[in-house]
């Protein structure tokens, strides 16, 4: 058995969840994500240790002097963070050149040839899902044996692509990351803005029926069939966290789509609610009132739903599958269960005009939601967004991230720049919560929680330091 590490590697100041993130940028307010693809199989391989840097205020020395102590090094990687990937990984194997070091991650699943000859000190990455390839890897097969690989062939300095690995359908073969969580993370150090502190995130399933043509993970590594593991598993876990961590006030389930499968969400949430444990989910805009109603009974107190659009022509541009007025009917449902609604939202997606923009603006304050992210249009390699940009020439910027590591606008259309996108961001922001009733909210909510009070004036620090920062981007 290989002395196995994984690593999440420290970036920019502020960094939202290194590689595991859905954004891998910079936020508005500093935000961490678990590294739930890296606990995963470290859950798998005994002794092994994951390091996850950001959160833990561990730099690149740091990260450096560590891993010299282990045999395979495991890097998540995204297309933000893979420059300073790759030098990472030249000097490691300056130091300890016998290391075995590979990458895991969306773009390498995307570009594995790509990203082996940009780095040659690289030994191998594995493509899609990694789990049970690392594991094998770790238990000392030759990597010429292991399927969902490529690898640098030394001895004909050539790379070889291994055949696809299936992707795991029973997901209870996964063991709990809980465990993991406990033995190498703090969990004081992970904040998501509109999430209770200390929460704690993990996935019941992988993939996604939805065919969003910008999302990132069910089209390069999940794909779009939901597995999932059973509720007993997942309950199971659950069960566990709550006797490893007592203090978390919020549990997260960053399933892409969890109601995707109303049934089992319910039979979940009925189970939970004999822990008596507060949790919030993603979700989309089309759940019926029935599951919404049995959700908040057994502890549901928040979902995240991406609505990216005021403009139903672009959401059938994006393959959103959702309806406008059904979005709103869906809101009104929440508000009259007092499910909270943290709603994400997505400037220049195909077919943006100024006009579109100062729709979706609208929109969002109509829906009058508890908080908002507003998010660049970021085609990965590997989305069709990425394939259609590059077939119509919309792809002005390579770069998804700035120098500072704040996302860029790289998508440009005939009739909008790339710099008017860039700066709609702030104004969104501006117009949605300089309002009264979303202030008059906000202050309600400091008033009646000392917690909340701290939490919203550290928020309200982080967010005009980010803009501030934002402003001074050159384009």
Known sequence: MLKTLFLNLPSFDGFDGGAGARYQARREIKSFWYPTWLAQPAALIPHSRLIDAPPHGMGFEDVLAAALGYDLIIIHTSTPSLRNDM???????????????????????????????????????????????????????????????????????????????????????????????????EIENYYIGYLKHPYVSLYTGRGCHSRCSFCLWPQTIGGHTYRVRSPEHVFEEMKLAQKLFPTVKEFFFDDDTFTDNRPRAEEIARKLKTLGLTWSCNAKANVPYETLKVMRECGLRLLLVGFESGNQQILNNIRKGIRIDRAREFVKNCKRLGIKIHGTFILGLPGETRETMRQTMEYAQELDLDTIQVSLAAPYPGTELYAQAQAHGWLKNASLIDERGIQDATLEYPDLSREDIFKAVEEFYRRFYVRPRPVLRILGEMARDREECARRLREGYEFVRFFAQRRQVVH
């Open 87 to 185: 030098r990472f990984v030249d000097a490691l194997k300056a130091r300890k050149p016998e290391a075995l070091v590979g990458f895991v991650g969306a773009h390498v699943a995307v570009l594995p040839d790509e990203t082996l000859k940009a780095c040659p000190s690289l030994d191998f990455v594995a493509r899609k899902e990694f789990d049970f390839a690392i594991k094998e890897i770790a238990d000392g097969c030759p990597l010429s044996d292991v399927v969902g690989v490529s690898y640098w062939d030394r001895a004909t300095n050539t790379i070889v692509h291994r055949p696809e690995r299936p992707l795991l359908m029973n997901m209870d073969e996964l063991p709990f990351v809980v465990n993991v969580y406990k033995r190498d993370l």
